[in-house]
């Protein structure tokens, strides 16, 4: 009743602008009561409906279909949304409808978190080990085109309605997406991301079906005319079965919302009123204007922000092992498998240029390349850590399982001739990681790809892309506004030139501090934007409960350079566990990227790595012995290059050190040549 008090209070205000007395009026509807009119008999009702939901997970799966195999993920929840339409037949009149509706319903939601911890990593701040502690999470989009029938009955004495429904809800949209966090040591972050969270896999949830469900509901009528309602409604929404097949996964909602509803039938026809005599103008009231929105920005960091470009052209060889889960012949989530329809637009030049998502593609990689070329064969030897079956027999199956099920993909997604592939089995590998660490068994689970042509395996190469540095790295804004009735919604967006580099926002109050972290992609935005000393332009704008608006743009000295001298580099996988010896095949790729590298003026570092896996002083120890290989076969075939620089740093852990193919691109070899521009 509030809501219509204000809506007539308004309106009295209206007529006094234009001059209509409020006494007079008083004492014309004294004299010349009009009665309202009144629907004869309600025949049929339609309308729409709007409400949020909380959904309400409930799981006892441990890995969702699609998901990589990493956390067991119980139960959750999620917010989401349901619109639609619908119709009311009177069955008795005022009592008893026959309810019909077609909506969209929102019924996504993150499942329960699990933290692992235990694995060692190196504190990239007291340089010590420690514990690594991630977190894991699972969130579901999960859209549904949604059917109900069922029947309203309305209480004789008061207009409150209860309503049962049963429902259909066929998918329409069913995703995933699962992420990974480091929560603890500080400062870790991963390099594909080069933040503290990476997404692990996404994509199309496998086999969702068609959610039969009861659902209740209650509403309030409120009339806004003859014909015209509106209703709160507060609702529950029950599955019957699961989300997925053969999956313990329901979802359960309580939702709040309203619905609109038209009332059709014939109106009960009224006699014409009086026409109400000639009123006076009288002087409108004064009003006093509201005190618009303040918003204030003020950039804590940074002061001033450099970014240097430099062009850098890269090698990646590609590490010929496909790892396995225990006991399975199944290939990985995380190794990325095309459809046969997919493989055309595939392109191994548009593939990620970090080492260890372009090694995910390594069998579409292959693929391609076998079949582009008829005179490539590849072998696949299948093997296994000695341990995931009791018998010889059952290790020789486990093997070949996993050796064909690569086969079967290259054949069938690929169409390769099954003749040009050769499948060999192993109980372990021919140099098989130590077990005196539990990753050793990791690594010993796995298929080893070896071919007849070094076309099929041979390293990718990404020409002259740009890579940035930048001093600092953080963006950090100190944020206020002020409004009488106030803040609904706040947006922060960063532009360099035309390019949007940082964009955020929310509902309510403005955030006092805001935070976050410069990435690759957002040095490569700003320097689109920004050649030589600019400016960055920082805006925040706020908006007030009565829908004003206010705005505070600052500005963010920056200098954009080009690094004088253009970067090659190689990253040589070539070692096994605690090794330094370097194969004949990787011998050769040092002598190829020497001979194409080093120009005039050219200057020439050698940087040896391992995994985590070890003592520290012995890695430092290990990879300085690599450098030092790498350094002798360079020194061999290119006296006149200039080394300035041929260190062991032990473990950099570049990759992701929880994955056998993490560990295996640490145990490297950087090879960086800087030539200056220009130079031959």
């Known amino acids: 009743m509030s809501c219509i008090s204000a809506h007539i209070h308004r309106c009295l205000i209206i007529l006094l602008l234009v001059g209509l007395p409020s006494t007079v009026l008083a004492q014309d509807a004294d004299k010349h009561p009009l009665p309202p009119r009144k629907l004869e008999k309600v025949t049929f009702r339609a309308g729409v409906y709007g409400a949020f939901a909380y959904n309400i997970h409930k799981t006892e799966a441990n890995v969702f279909l699609g998901g990589a195999d990493c956390g067991a993920f119980g139960d959750g929840d999620g917010k989401g949304f349901t619109v639609g339409g619908f119709a009311e037949i009177p069955v008795l009149e005022k009592l008893l409808d026959l309810y019909a509706s077609v909506g969209y319903a929102a019924r996504g939601g993150t499942l329960g978190e699990t933290v692992v911890g235990g694995l060692p990593i190196l504190d990239p701040i007291t340089e010590e080990y420690t514990t690594l502690e991630r977190r894991h999470s699972y969130t579901a989009s999960l859209n549904y085109l949604r059917t109900e029938f069922g029947v ?3 209480f004789p004495w008061f207009p409150l309605y209860i309503r049962g429904t049963a429902a259909i809800d066929f998918p329409q949209g069913t995703t995933f997406e699962q992420k990974e966090e480091i929560i603890s040591p500080q400062g870790v972050v991963y390099p594909e991301t080069n933040i503290a969270e990476r997404t692990v896999a996404a994509g199309d949830l496998q086999n969702p079906e068609s959610l039969l469900s009861a659902s209740g509901a209650i509403g309030y009528d409120i009339p806004l005319s003859t014909r015209l309602s509106i209703a709160p409604e507060v609702s529950y929404y029950h599955p019957f079965n699961d989300v997925v097949l053969n999956r313990p996964w329901t979802i359960t909602s309580i939702q709040g919302g309203a619905a609109l509803r038209w009332s059709f039938g014939p109106l009960e026809k009224l ?9 006076e103008p009288v002087e409108p009231p004064s009003f006093t204007l509201p005190t618009p929105p303040v918003a204030n920005l003020n950039v804590s960091s940074p002061k001033q922000l450099s970014v240097v470009k430099t062009i850098v052209t890269e090698t990646f060889p590609i590490l010929p092992y496909v790892f396995f889960d225990s006991g399975s012949g199944q290939i990985p989530g995380r190794y990325k498998q095309l459809r046969a329809n997919q493989i055309e637009s595939f392109d191994e030049e548009a593939i990620s240029w970090r080492s260890l998502e372009a090694y995910h593609d390594l069998l579409n990689i292959v693929g391609q390349r076998m079949r582009s070329d008829d005179g490539i064969k590849i072998t696949l030897n299948g093997t296994t850590d000695g341990r995931e079956a009791s018998t010889a027999t059952e290790l020789t199956t486990l093997a070949k399982g996993r050796a064909e099920s690569i086969k ?6 690929w169409n390769i001739d099954p003749k040009r592939i050769t499948v060999t089995t192993s109980s372990r590998p021919q140099f098989p990681s130590s077990e005196e ?13 070896t071919s007849n042509s070094p076309e099929a395996i041979k390293p990718i190469i990404h020409k002259q892309f740009n890579e940035y540095s930048y001093q600092p790295d953080k963006f950090e804004m100190q944020m206020s506004a002020e409004a009488p009735s106030g803040i609904t919604s706040w947006n922060l967006q960063v ?3 035309t390019n949007e ?3 955020q926002g929310g509902e309510g109050p403005v955030p006092p501090i805001f935070r976050t972290t410069i990435t690759q992609e957002t040095a490569d935005k700003i320097a689109s934007g920004i050649s030589g000393a600019g400016e960055l332009r920082a805006t925040l704008t706020v908006r007030e409960r009565n829908g004003e608006t206010a705005t505070e743009e600052v500005g963010i000295p920056t200098n954009v350079e080009l690094n004088p001298f253009e970067v090659s580099r190689l990253s040589l996988i070539v070692f096994d566990f605690d090794k330094s010896e ?3 095949g990787n011998r050769t790729m040092v002598k190829s990227f020497v001979a194409d590298a080093l120009k005039d003026g050219s200057t020439m570092t050698i940087t040896g790595s391992t995994d985590r896996l070890g003592e520290l002083e012995h890695n430092k120890e290990l990879s300085q012995a690599r450098a030092e290989t790498v350094k002798s076969i360079i020194a061999a075939n290119a006296p ?5 620089t041929v260190e062991g740093v032990g473990p950099k852990l570049r990759y992701d050190n929880s994955l056998p193919e993490g560990r295996y691109y640490c145990r490297t070899v950087t090879v960086e040549v800087k030539t200056p521009i220009g130079g031959e």
């Open 152 to 154: 309203r009955f309305t």
């Open 271 to 279: 006699p014409d009123p009086p026409r109400p005599p000639a009123l």
């Open 408 to 413: 079967e993909y290259l054949t069938k997604t």
């Open 437 to 449: 660490y539990g990753e050793g068994f990791e690594e010993n689970r796995r298929v080893e790809i």
């Open 495 to 497: 532009n360099s030139g």
């Open 501 to 503: 580099v940082i964009k």
């Open 582 to 584: 370097i194969t004949p």
């Open 640 to 644: 006149e290059a200039t080394i300035t």
